[in-house]
């Protein structure tokens, strides 16, 4: 059975959702004027709603921070990301986190590749309709969490899958009832295999009666001495 995985690209103006056969945008508006009570309310509607448009989810793929961004909004937009985080780990909704350079390489096969090239390779391979660089992104998130759960929505290039590899991916549990064995066989998890019962063992009668030591017979001897 498919998994239900999310791509998420956050943004405070236009962070990208992704399912499978669909892509969304949601943002909002703010100012440079806005006191930091103002800014805190907006960066948790914004959560509120990225993770309500997201949850029920078995496995939520997020674009990691982009280190060299530079600009007054890059501190909220690190809010903004943490509080999504946190509200997903929150509701046990295990996160991976791909940074933008393996986003592009799995999407392009060039992890320097620009924000249309990424739309122009991921809108015809999955045959998907996407409004900006945000959904373009998040689905190619979106598709790498498929991939890595071997339910790939498309065919990709060999050279784009290496970028699987750089990805901080979650410690997920196997279906239910069923864990990878040593030789990559599916087997039962110990507490569901049938245990056979168990058969009594026969005790074998004593023929022989244990020879007491020294001192137990030096104590049946002033025994009987005393007696006599």
């Known amino acids: 059975m498919s998994r239900i995985v999310r791509g998420l690209d956050l943004s405070l103006t236009g962070a990208g959702i992704a ?12 100012k440079r004027t806005d006191t930091y009570a103002m800014r805190r309310t907006r960066l948790h509607r914004l959560a509120g709603r990225i993770v309500e448009a997201v949850a029920p989810c078995d496995l939520a793929v997020v674009e990691g921070p982009s280190y060299g961004s530079k600009g007054a909004g890059t501190w909220d937009r690190a809010g903004l990301w943490w509080l999504v985080v946190d509200r997903l780990a929150a509701l046990d909704i295990p996160v991976a986190v791909v940074t933008p350079t393996a986003r592009a390489k799995y999407a392009t096969g060039d992890g320097r590749a620009g924000k249309q090239a990424v739309v122009e390779a991921v809108g015809p391979r999955y045959g998907v309709a996407l409004r900006d660089d945000n959904q373009a992104d998040a689905y190619a998130l979106l598709a790498m969490g498929h991939d890595w759960l071997d339910e790939p929505l498309a065919p990709v290039p060999a050279k784009n899958r290496q970028a699987l590899a750089r990805v901080e991916w979650p410690l997920l549990l196997p279906p239910p009832a069923v864990q990878l064995g040593i030789g990559g066989d599916d087997r039962p998890y110990p507490e569901t295999v049938p245990t056979a019962p168990r058969k009594p063992r026969r005790r074998r009668p004593r023929t022989e009666q244990a020879a007491a030591g020294p001192g137990q017979v030096d104590a049946l001897a002033l025994v009987e001495g005393a007696a006599a």
């Not at 499978?20 to 508006?29: F, M, N, P, R």
């Open 19 to 30: 399912g499978a056969g669909w892509a969304q945008t949601l943002g909002s508006k703010g």
